[in-house]
């Protein structure tokens, strides 16, 4: 019973993360493409590179990682694989892809 609880809230969660991590990769991209402007700016970036390494860690680790490569986020393979090599330069960003 457990097992299937399981894999039906799995099923529920692929389908909302594959609607929305399109728009959510595009809006993250588009606020870490902007220069940052002063040290609160930076700090914002750092910190919204750190969530979203997290989010792609928490989609990993709960094995949705199939949400990455289904049709409708095909093209964005490569975006958020780009956007992996862009958080492994903050710091622990190497620790926070390997923690889970």
Same mark, same amino acid.
């Given at each position: 019973?457990?097992?299937?609880?399981?894999?039906?809230? +799995?099923?529920?969660?692929? *389908? !909302?993360?594959?609607?929305?991590? #399109?728009? %959510?990769?595009?809006?993250?991209?588009? $606020? &870490?493409?902007?220069?940052?402007?002063?040290?609160?700016? +930076?700090?914002?970036?750092? *910190? !919204?590179?750190?969530?979203?390494? #997290?989010? %792609?860690?928490?989609?990993?680790?709960? $094995? &949705?990682?199939?949400?990455?490569?289904?049709?409708?986020?095909?093209?964005?393979?490569?975006?958020?694989?780009?956007?992996?090599?862009?958080?492994?330069?903050?710091?622990?960003?190497?620790? &926070?892809?390997?923690?889970?």
């Amino acid at each position: 019973m457990r097992r299937r609880l399981l894999t039906l809230f +799995q099923k529920d969660m692929f *389908e !909302t993360l594959d609607q929305l991590i #399109g728009p %959510l990769s595009a809006h993250i991209t588009m $606020q &870490l493409s902007q220069p940052p402007t002063g040290t609160d700016d +930076q700090r914002s970036q750092l *910190e !919204t590179k750190k969530g979203y390494l #997290g989010l %792609l860690n928490s989609i990993m680790s709960a $094995q &949705l990682q199939g949400v990455f490569t289904s049709e409708r986020t095909e093209f964005l393979f490569l975006v958020i694989s780009r956007q992996l090599i862009i958080c492994q330069g903050i710091p622990g960003g190497s620790r &926070l892809l390997l923690s889970r």
